[in-house]
């Protein structure tokens, strides 16, 4: 099984890199601890007016589509049979778990009152017509799976092959539930905007395709992630890069981009919310960046000759992630108002937080593939 | 799996979940009333914005005074807020002279939670902690179920619940139209020591047939106007009718509210939006209803990819089995 063929990386933990990222990854944690003693006014610049902020919004919402390079291999990989895509399959599980895990643990940062979080699972307070119920949910579940998903790198360290065996005796299944959850959850996290109704902007408020837009574009950065990681991974590993494969990808990529442009423009047209993209304000601007990011690919990998260029193949992979993050942000916080008078923008501490979790995230990704059998063995050679 | 194969049962997928979204088939409308609905109707031409309704709810509900002044006084909320369950607003227009004019003129109106019969809040909440009384109607909150997500905060079109974010221990803070003092006989703090009866406390087909009557009479006829709780002791007293819009806020709004409003200027000018007639907790649960119904289209899923990925996963191992010991 190709799974085999991947190996630890090796090499020194302790680098600058390292060292700098565990320092960002520490003054979040001094942040967070400030937050829990003298509460989220303390830290962050929320209000009634925008209860969420970035927190929610990036860290949780786009964070969790970030991670989508797990679920949209393991969908082509496991589901649409395309064994070729099978290198990609635990890096891209690694990011997913990591940024899937991180955002878990935000959600607990943001939790005003924490220490009841486990009412969401409890019967007799688990409310299942809550959107929120079911992201959360789902999105445990998800990140047990991973784990599970992930479990064959830490037994093949071990050297527990009895263990290993039986579990992949199983992992079908398991497989199964990776694809099925985060397909709810992404789609539902679009679906959580459509209770605010009115207070999201028409540009944003899709009503009952949200789910299908932000599931299309969860797949499509998951697509764009895996490329953007492959690319850093073989620059800062100094690794050979998979080209080949990631212009096939691409491939898919394009056809996905396209019809989901399709579908997002079609609804603008026909809920006839397009004019307030022509109106002089700042959710017009943010929508033209953010359609120009999702067209942008549409141009630089028309054709095939373009796909096997890996500059075009990073570029589009930054560019779509600019667009989803975009979308997000725009439907959770640029295109939110409640009212009058309220306005938003993260404290200092707010955005050191999230900087400090990617930094953890992009630390313990490091500290994983040099020690654990993640990345392609062939490839690896070169350090 | 080629692309074109790829391409076709992406489509399929993304064609189930538009066809499932595109065809409500659990629509489940609004909430009705309830039986017994209580509520409150706030007639902006008789408010005189002396902030008594706000003194007393802030005594009724414990909360700390909120200072707006440099001289910390006494109490002067701006807004509602994690301490401020209900403030009295005024609407301003040039010379502001005459009451209850849109030109030229000022009202006055109240913010306090409109209690709607089919509540964004508790549609948003995942863990129950905003409950809606199947009797009276009143939308209470438990804050030792509350996780602190603040998604009804998000939620609610008024922007009524509030969260004390100040806070280590932060709760949601909003009207509950002093159910707690229900037993000693009281009501709503707010409408029991308004001297003009400008919010009103009641049954809500009572205080919906008190409206009628007021926006039925002619401006400047002589009207009798209770005080307090209708049905309750006779507090009422004489006085004149007033130049009402023509529009019951709170009837048809959003499924309908249980505090309801009249006023002499068009609610859009008072802070009070125009909402659509269906709830957006109605779109929100309709939505998730189809998708996820008895979990029948999850589980099909799941049964499929289980299915696809075990032959999927099984043919892998075959190739890969005799290189590998």
Known sequence: ?383 | MDRRNFLKASAAGGGLLAAGAGTPAHARGNREVPPEALGLLYDSTLCVGCKACVAACKQANGMPPEFSTEEHLWDTPLDISGRTLNVIKVYRSGSARNKDREQDGYAFIKKSCMHCVDPSCISACPVSAMQKDPRTGVVSYDKDACIGCRYCVAACPFGVPRFTFESATPQISKCQLCRHRWKDGGYAACAEVCPTGATLYGRLTDLKQEAARRLAAKPGAPMVYPRGRLGGPDQSYPGVSAAYVQHLYGEKEFGGTQMVMLAGVPFEKLGYPGLPPVSDASSSETLQHTLYGGLVMPVAFLGLLSWVARRNVKSADDEEDPHHG
């Not at chain 1, 064994?83 to 959600?107: I, N, Q």
């Not at chain 1, 943010?286 to 141009?299: G, K, R, S, T």
């Not at chain 1, 953890?360 to 593939?369: D, K, R």
């Open chain 1, 1 to 383: 099984m190709a799974e085999h063929a991947a190996a630890p990386l090796g090499g020194r933990l302790l680098t600058p890199v390292t060292v700098l990222l565990g320092a960002l990854a520490a003054v979040a944690g001094i942040i967070l601890l400030f937050r829990f003693f003298h509460g989220l006014g303390a830290v962050t610049n929320l209000s009634d007016g925008y209860p969420w902020g970035i927190w929610i919004a990036y860290d949780v919402v786009v964070g969790s589509a970030l991670a989508c390079g797990g679920y949209a291999i393991a969908l082509l990989v496991y589901i649409f049979n395309r064994g070729e895509y099978h290198p990609l399959v635990r890096p891209a599980l690694l990011a997913s778990l990591f940024g899937y895990t991180l955002a878990g643990a935000s959600v607990i940062f943001d939790l005003g009152r924490w220490w009841n979080v486990w009412h969401i699972f409890w019967p007799g307070y688990a409310q299942p017509n809550s959107v929120m119920f079911e992201v959360a949910v789902c999105i445990t579940a998800y990140i047990f799976v991973m784990w599970i998903e992930f479990s064959p790198v830490f037994l093949e360290k071990l050297g527990m092959k009895d263990a290993r065996r039986k579990l992949s005796k199983v992992l079908f299944f398991f497989i199964a539930l990776g694809v099925v959850l985060p397909s709810m959850h992404q789609s539902s996290l679009g679906s959580l905007l459509v209770i605010f109704g009115r207070q999201i902007h028409p540009l944003w408020q899709a009503g009952w395709l949200l789910p299908l837009l932000y599931l299309m574009t969860a797949v499509l950065l998951g697509f764009a992630v895996v490329i953007f990681e492959a690319a850093a991974a073989s620059t800062g590993f100094r690794r050979s890069t998979e080209t080949a494969i990631l212009a096939r990808l691409s491939g898919l990529m394009f056809w996905l981009l396209a019809a989901y442009l399709v579908v997002r423009v079609a609804d603008l047209v026909l809920r006839g919310a397009l004019g307030s993209a022509f109106a002089f304000s700042l959710e017009a601007v943010m929508f033209w960046l953010e359609m120009i990011a999702f067209a942008l690919p549409l141009l630089l990998l028309g054709s095939r000759a373009a796909r096997a260029r890996p500059s075009r193949l990073f570029v589009s992979a930054v560019l779509l992630m600019a667009g989803g993050f975009l979308l997000r942000i725009n439907g959770f916080l640029v295109g939110y108002q409640t009212g009058d008078g309220w306005h938003y923008f993260p404290a200092l501490p707010e955005l050191l937080v999230t900087i400090g979790l990617i930094a953890f995230e992009v630390l313990a990704y490091i500290v994983f593939v040099r020690r654990l059998p993640v990345l392609p063995r062939a490839a690896a050679a070169a350090r």
